[in-house]
């Protein structure tokens, strides 16, 4: 039996990061997983993966990806409209 997170977030809403070593950074959010309760946001919290060749024809490459942040680390941010 998993447990689904609530949170208030939709996809393509604009964030803000209020903790970790992003905060005060925004971006949007682009994917949500509610059994884990982790978002992932464009141009946030990027990672690395080596990646090694399989044959001797390939060459090995690093991948730059976005990791996901717990939903709780983030908090939406309000369009001012003045």
């Given at each position: 039996?998993?447990?689904?997170?609530?949170m208030?977030?939709?996809?393509?809403?604009?964030?803000?990061?209020?903790?970790?070593?992003?905060?005060?950074?925004?971006?949007?959010?682009?994917?949500?997983?509610?059994?884990?309760?982790?978002?992932?946001?464009?141009?946030?919290?990027?990672?690395?993966?080596?990646?090694?060749?399989?044959?001797?024809?390939?060459?090995?490459?690093?991948?730059?990806?976005?990791?996901?942040?717990?939903?709780?680390?983030?908090?939406?941010?309000?369009?001012?409209?003045s």
């Open positions: 039996m998993s447990i689904k997170h609530k208030p977030i939709k996809i393509g809403d604009t964030v803000m990061i209020i903790s970790g070593f992003h905060k005060n950074e925004t971006g949007e959010v682009i994917k949500i997983n509610h059994q884990t309760g982790k978002i992932i946001v464009k141009g946030i919290n990027f990672k690395f993966k080596h990646v090694k060749p399989n044959t001797e024809n390939e060459i090995g490459e690093i991948k730059q990806f976005e990791a996901p942040i717990h939903h709780s680390n983030v908090t939406l941010k309000l369009n001012e409209m």
